[in-house]
C-alpha cells in the first residue's frame, strides 16, 4: 500500500486528509493489515452461513406511528416550506 | 444519610416499596454526587434537566400501587442510545446537536417500567474505542483512579455507576463495549444474546455485532435491567422473545471451560494470577473446571477488525451533511460530503472507515471480507462443540486492569485491549463480566462468563458463588 492507495481510499469515503494524516494512516493500516491478514492461514473450506435472522415481512397495510413532523424538521440542516434542502446534484 | 455507591437497584426498589426511600430523594442524592464529581470525571455530556420531575412521577406511580422493580430508580444511558427530544450525539461533533425524533426501544421500555432517565454518558466516537479517549469531548476519568481510563466505549455508563452517579446504565458492546469498561470500574457489565435485545433506537456501528446492555453494582440489578429491556420489537427483525423457561443449574452440575492455550501471552501477571485464584475459588463451590481447545478463538480479533470496519464505512456512509447532523458547505454537492465528514469525524473514525473502505474494495474483498466470515462461522461452530462439554467458557474480561491516559497510543495495542470480548459478539453469545477482587494498586479485575446462545439468565446466578464466602 502506498500514499495513492489511501488518497484513492478517501476520495471513496469521502473524507479529506492532510499529507501528515495520509502519512499515519500508511502507517496504521500497514500495521492493522499485517496482523489481520492471518485469517488467511485458516483452513475452514466453504461453511455455509447459518443464520438464525429471517427475513421479516409484514403486511403492507396502514398503521399508526407516532412522529414529530416539527422535530424531524429541525434536524435538517438546511429547508425549506417543511422540505430537505440540498444542493444541486447535476 | 444515603450511600449511593453501595446502595444496588434492588435493595433501593425495597426500601421504596416500603416507604423508606423516595425516589426524589434517591434521584437527588445521584444529582449531588454529579455534581460534586461530573466536571473532574467527565461522566455525563448532560444531565436531564427533568430528571427530577421523572422521580415524582415515580413516586406517584409506586403510590399508586403500580411500581415495578426499575420504577423510581435512576438509569444512566450511553450518549448513542435515542430519547425523544434529547440530544444524542454518539461522543463525536458530527452529531453535536443531533436531537432523537423517537424513543428507542429500551428506552420505550425502561419509561413503562417508570425508571428515571438520569443523563447521557460519554463515549469513545461512534463507540470506537476501549478508554473513552476517542470522545470528541474529552475522555472520562475512571473514578476509582482518575489518572486512569474507565475502558470504553461505554466508559461513561460504567463510571456513572461505579461513582453513585446512578444506580444502573445502559451501554453498547460490539466487541467488548460494555464489558471491559465495567471490568475496569469494578462492576457488572453484560452482553445480552445477539437479538435478545432491540437495536431500534441504538446508532449503528457494525449492526452483526451491536448488543445493547446492562451495567449495575450486582448481577441482580443487571437482571432486572436486562429483563426489562429485552424482547421482541418489530422494528428490529432480528430481535427476539427469549425462551421463558431457563433452568439454572446448582454450582455442582455447573462445568466451566478453560481454553487454556489462548491465554499464554500478552496477559497481565496480576491477571493471571487472580484468574486461577477465581477459579479455584468456584471449584471450591462445586464448579467443576475444565481445560478446553478452541484452536480458532485467536483469529477472533483479526476477524473482527475485518468485518467491524467494513460495516463501520457502510453504516456512517448515511453521515453525509445532508439529512441531519453537520454540514459545512461546499462548492458541489460532493465537496459538502467530504467537507462536512472531514469535520464531523475524528481520527479513530475515519481511520476505521477508510480501512473498511480498503477490506471492502474491489481485489481485496475476498482474502479479507469473505474469508473473516468464513472463519467467524467457524468461531461459532468451535463454540457449539464446546458447549457439548462445558456450561460456560471462562477467561479474564481484560488482559490488563485499567491503564493510565495515553498509554495506548498505537491503534494496534488499543485494540488489543479486546482479545477476550470479541470472540461472543462473533459468534452472537451472551457474556457477562463479573468483578473478581482488586490488584496490589487497588484496581479492580473482572471475570467474563460466555455462554452459548440464549442462555442469558443463567449468567446471573454465577455471582453468588463468587461474593460469599
Not at chain 1, 478517501?10 to 491478514?37: F, H, M, N, P, Q
Not at chain 1, 403486511?59 to 434536524?75: A, G, M, P, T, V
Not at chain 2, 454450582?251 to 501477571?269: A, E, H, N, Q
Request: neutral net charge.
Amino acid at each position: 500500500m502506498d500514499i495513492k492507495d489511501i488518497e484513492n481510499l478517501a476520495e471513496l469515503a469521502k473524507i479529506e486528509l492532510t499529507e501528515d494524516e495520509k502519512k499515519s494512516l500508511l502507517k496504521d493500516l500497514d500495521g492493522i493489515l499485517d496482523y489481520v491478514k492471518q485469517i488467511g492461514e485458516v483452513k475452514v473450506g466453504d461453511i455455509e452461513a447459518e443464520y438464525r435472522s429471517k427475513n421479516v415481512w409484514r403486511e403492507d397495510k396502514l398503521e399508526e406511528r407516532e412522529f414529530s413532523k416539527d422535530l424531524i424538521l429541525k434536524q435538517f440542516p438546511d429547508s425549506q416550506d417543511g422540505f430537505l434542502k440540498v444542493k444541486k446534484i447535476l | 444519610m444515603l450511600d449511593i455507591k453501595t446502595l444496588t437497584i434492588k435493595k433501593a426498589g425495597e426500601m421504596m416499596r416500603k416507604g423508606e426511600l423516595t425516589s426524589v430523594e434517591l434521584v437527588s442524592a445521584c444529582l449531588k454526587n454529579i455534581k460534586e464529581k461530573n466536571k473532574e470525571l467527565n461522566v455525563f455530556r448532560e444531565v436531564f434537566n427533568d430528571a427530577l420531575k421523572q422521580a415524582e412521577t415515580a413516586d406517584q406511580m409506586m403510590k399508586e400501587g403500580k411500581g415495578t422493580d426499575l420504577t423510581g430508580i435512576p438509569i444512566a444511558v450511553k450518549d448513542n442510545i435515542l430519547i425523544t427530544g434529547k440530544k444524542v450525539s454518539s461522543g463525536s461533533k458530527m452529531l453535536e446537536d443531533y436531537v432523537a425524533t423517537y424513543d428507542a426501544f429500551v428506552i420505550k421500555k425502561l419509561k413503562e417500567a417508570g425508571a428515571v432517565l438520569i443523563g447521557r454518558t460519554n463515549m469513545d466516537e461512534f463507540a470506537m474505542g476501549s478508554s473513552t479517549e476517542n470522545s470528541a469531548y474529552g475522555p472520562t476519568r475512571n473514578p476509582l483512579d482518575p489518572s486512569r481510563v474507565p475502558g470504553g466505549s461505554s466508559g461513561g455508563s460504567a463510571a456513572a455507576v461505579a461513582s453513585g452517579m446512578a444506580l444502573g446504565a445502559l451501554g453498547s458492546d460490539t466487541g467488548g463495549s460494555i464489558r471491559q469498561p465495567a471490568s475496569f470500574c469494578g462492576i457488572v457489565g453484560m452482553k445480552p444474546t445477539y437479538g435478545a435485545v432491540s437495536r431500534s433506537g441504538l446508532t449503528s456501528m457494525s449492526s452483526s455485532l451491536d448488543q445493547i446492555g446492562p451495567f449495575a453494582k450486582d448481577c441482580d440489578g443487571a437482571k432486572i435491567i436486562f429483563e426489562c429491556i429485552s424482547g421482541k420489537d418489530e422494528m428490529d427483525s432480528t430481535s427476539f422473545e427469549l425462551p421463558k423457561e431457563i433452568k439454572i443449574k446448582s454450582s455442582k452440575d455447573i462445568t466451566l471451560g478453560v481454553p487454556r492455550d489462548f491465554l499464554k501471552d500478552g496477559i497481565d501477571k496480576e491477571v493471571v494470577k487472580n484468574f486461577k485464584e477465581t477459579l479455584e475459588k468456584l471449584k471450591s463451590k462445586g464448579y467443576r473446571v475444565k481445560e478446553v481447545s478452541m484452536p480458532l478463538l485467536k483469529y477472533s480479533l483479526p476477524v473482527y477488525y475485518i468485518i467491524m470496519p467494513a460495516e463501520v464505512s457502510t453504516n456512517l456512509s448515511r453521515l453525509d451533511g445532508m439529512r441531519y447532523g453537520l454540514r459545512k458547505e461546499g462548492e458541489s454537492v460532493f465537496d459538502t460530503f467530504k467537507k462536512s465528514r472531514s469535520a464531523g469525524f475524528g481520527p479513530e473514525t475515519r481511520r476505521r472507515i477508510i480501512l473498511g473502505t480498503y477490506v471492502l474494495s474491489h481485489g481485496y474483498y475476498d482474502a479479507y471480507y469473505n474469508q473473516a466470515w468464513r472463519v467467524r462461522r467457524a468461531i461459532g461452530r468451535e463454540y457449539e462443540d464446546i458447549f457439548k462439554d462445558v456450561d460456560f467458557v471462562v477467561t479474564p474480561t481484560s488482559p490488563n486492569t485499567a491503564f493510565k491516559f495515553g498509554d495506548r497510543k498505537d491503534p494496534l495495542q488499543m485494540y488489543l485491549s479486546d482479545i477476550f470480548t470479541v470472540s461472543a459478539n462473533l459468534a452472537g453469545l451472551p457474556s457477562i463480566t463479573i468483578p473478581s477482587g482488586l490488584s496490589s494498586s487497588l484496581l479492580p479485575f473482572g471475570i467474563e462468563f460466555t455462554g452459548p446462545l440464549d442462555s442469558d439468565i443463567s449468567l446471573f446466578a454465577i455471582e453468588k458463588d463468587l461474593r460469599d464466602n
